[in-house]
């Protein structure tokens, strides 16, 4: 367990145990709430591969609470995680474990909801200040505006370990949130490389891919196994095609860099194409097309919602790969692209906002707490 104390500030109107689980990481924390503001107090991170459950991860949070605070009394609790909720209940998309909030509440006595991880993400975006460089990064127009925020209806997508998406609605000052498995509606090609690209995929699942397999971490080592059978070893699926057709990477042999990239798991794959998409030529393609096809999907959920309050998007690829985002307005310029030329101006009156601040979904859980449960 990876351990961390935020703040000293202990007097709070209530205290959250609140929990952001993925694919990837099982993020727990202790959150103050004080006049509808949250501030973290601990935050503590496990692997979510390295566990089988999260009930013995919320202990040792605990433990480790009250051990600096021994009079800290949790009021309620809330996990979010990765995966359709029903009946307080969710088996996790990216893992072979659940969580069931009935048996969390009887075994550390704490009242607990389980909310879907977009959800929480929704409760966590009305904390946040769209105009705090700390917190958001917003997206250019191609004409090079910053449209203004309207209405009442916000959309966030973000593309992680796997793809997530929901939308929010406010009336009367209060917010609703609606989680989704949109993330796993199927790939809309847009040119001949994401047909190609598309095709493969296809034929190594047997059955029409999802949008997730593209954007998403997961997606990053399908670009980049695309590119690698393709190119180097001329896969039997795609033999007989050659290195002209190759609109995106170039040729390059495998070594260096490709080849650390090449003897890697898939599931490590995204991290080092990202870290190293500066310096190398086809780990920039392998990026620029998954920001393209990002950007493109981005737009089809925007056409869906038509998010005049703000479309936000979240998860870390984003955020550590923001320059790849701004750089010519790539990502901008594909969530333009509309065949309809009527809808192109709608889609320019939509904010764009990249969200830096990675405890978005426990701020979020523990505001879903409050809201859902607190009275």
Request: hydrophobic share 40%; net charge negative.
């Amino acid at each position: 367990m990876e351990t961390n104390w935020l703040s000293s500030d202990f007097k709070q109107d209530k205290i959250i145990l609140a929990g952001d689980i993925g694919g990837t990481n099982t993020n727990l924390a202790i959150v103050g709430e004080k006049t509808n503001k949250y501030t973290i107090i601990l935050k503590c991170v496990f692997k979510s591969q390295e566990i089988d459950g999260v009930i013995d991860p919320i202990k040792e949070v605990m433990a480790a609470a009250k051990e600096k605070i021994p009079s800290l009394k949790i009021d309620l609790c809330c996990i979010s995680a990765a995966g359709p909720v029903e009946n307080n209940y969710c088996q996790l998309t990216h893992c072979d474990w659940d969580i069931d909030g009935d048996a969390i509440r009887k075994s550390v006595k704490i009242d607990t909801l389980i909310i879907n991880d977009f959800s929480a993400i929704g409760y966590g975006i009305p904390t946040l200040d769209v105009n705090d460089p700390a917190q958001i990064t917003k997206l250019p127009t191609t004409e090079g505006n910053f449209p203004q925020p309207s209405g009442s209806t916000k959309a966030v997508v973000g593309a992680g370990t796997g793809l997530g998406v929901g939308f929010i609605t406010a009336a009367e000052g209060k917010y609703r949130v609606y989680p989704s498995e949109g993330g796993h509606s199927g790939f809309a090609a847009f040119d001949d490389e994401t047909r190609k690209i598309k095709e493969y995929v296809a034929n190594k699942i047997g059955t029409a891919p999802g949008v997730e397999l593209f954007v998403s971490g997961q997606g990053i080592s399908n670009i980049y196994n695309y590119f690698r059978d393709r190119i180097i070893y001329a896969d039997a699926v795609l033999k007989g095609q050659t290195k002209d057709e190759v609109l995106v990477v170039r040729a390059e042999e495998i070594e260096g860099v490709l080849e650390e990239i090449d003897r890697t798991k898939d599931e490590d794959k995204p991290a080092l194409i990202s870290k190293n998409a500066k310096v190398s030529t086809a780990c920039r393609d392998i990026m620029k097309l998954f920001v393209k096809m990002y950007g493109g999907f981005a737009g089809s959920l925007a056409v869906i919602f038509l998010p005049f309050g703000g479309l936000y998007l979240a998860g870390g690829i984003a955020t550590k790969n923001e320059w790849l985002f701004l750089e010519d307005n790539l990502f901008m310029k594909s969530f333009e692209a509309n065949y309809n030329p009527n809808i192109r101006p709608l889609l320019k009156k939509i904010p764009v906002y990249i969200i830096k601040d990675y405890s978005i979904s426990l701020y979020g859980a523990a505001n879903a707490a409050v809201t859902l449960m607190g009275k």
